[in-house]
């Protein structure tokens, strides 16, 4: 199992990608988020984009679905032929024709594959492609709808991405033991404002029992004005190996 970091940016990072993650797990690969910028990255980091298989959406907030029509737009152009599979929170269906036609209004009747759409609310378990994918909701609610964390099982490889937002420590036993771990860590100490810490996501990893963690989403200010603050936070913790990433970075797991 590899994981690529797109994006490691929060929503307005002049310098950092929106947060964005390729995980190719065997014969499967998955793309989490897909901000504003993250599709153009994406096709420049990744050789396969095309061979894509399922679109991960963890919230409707532009820094984490806005560059979809760019995606469909390229594997239209580029003639995919495989359906691709689009999850998300309740209405992503909708909002993914809804931004698409603003875009490009006759794109999705000229697209030469086809679009399956799955919805998840918190606690929704679908298998898909032969991958087990749970949900789980975080405190990053808005009138936009859920934002959700999601559980990859597959074979027998795991991962986990929070997506925006703190996981609850009632889902520890749920995510625990996963091999590899990303978290959005927007806050230096506190989790406040419908955002994670760099403290609190360490605390979760340690207490999880999980193998490799890496923290994204970071302000953009506490990025720059706190890294040997965050730095020194991450040494502290002995049992869990955790990265701090920039974008195209590769994060391997080979399994025990």
Known sequence: MECKFIGV???????HTNTSLYVKIKDRSLLFDCGFNSA????????????????????????HYFGIPMLLGSFFSSERKDPLVICGPV???????????L?????????????????????SVKNILGVTISSFGTD???????SLAV???????????AGDGSVSSENIAQISGVDIAVF???????????????????????????KQVAL???????????????????????????????EGHLLHFSGN
Do not use: M
């Open 9 to 15: 940016g929060d929503a307005f990072d002049g310098k």
């Open 216 to 246: 994204v989403h970071l302000n953009r200010f506490v990025r720059t004005y706190h890294l040997d603050e965050i730095l020194e936070l991450i040494k502290e913790v002995e049992a869990v190996n955790i990265l701090l990433p920039e």
């Open 40 to 63: 153009h990255s994406f096709f420049q980091l990744v050789p396969s984009a095309l061979d894509l298989d399922i679109l991960w959406i963890s919230h409707f907030h532009g820094d």
């Open 140 to 146: 990053h609610f808005e009138s936009s709808g859920d």
């Open 151 to 161: 559980r990859i099982d597959y074979e027998t490889f795991s991962f986990f991405y």
């Open 103 to 123: 875009a490009y209004p006759s794109l999705l009747s000229k697209l030469s594959f086809d679009l399956k759409f799955y919805e998840f609310s918190p606690e």
């Open 184 to 210: 959005e860590a927007y806050n230096l100490d506190k989790a406040e404002n419908g955002h994670s810490s760099v403290k609190q996501c360490l605390e979760f990893a340690i207490n999880a029992k999980i």
């Open 91 to 101: 209405g992503i269906e909708d909002k993914v024709r809804a931004l698409t036609a």
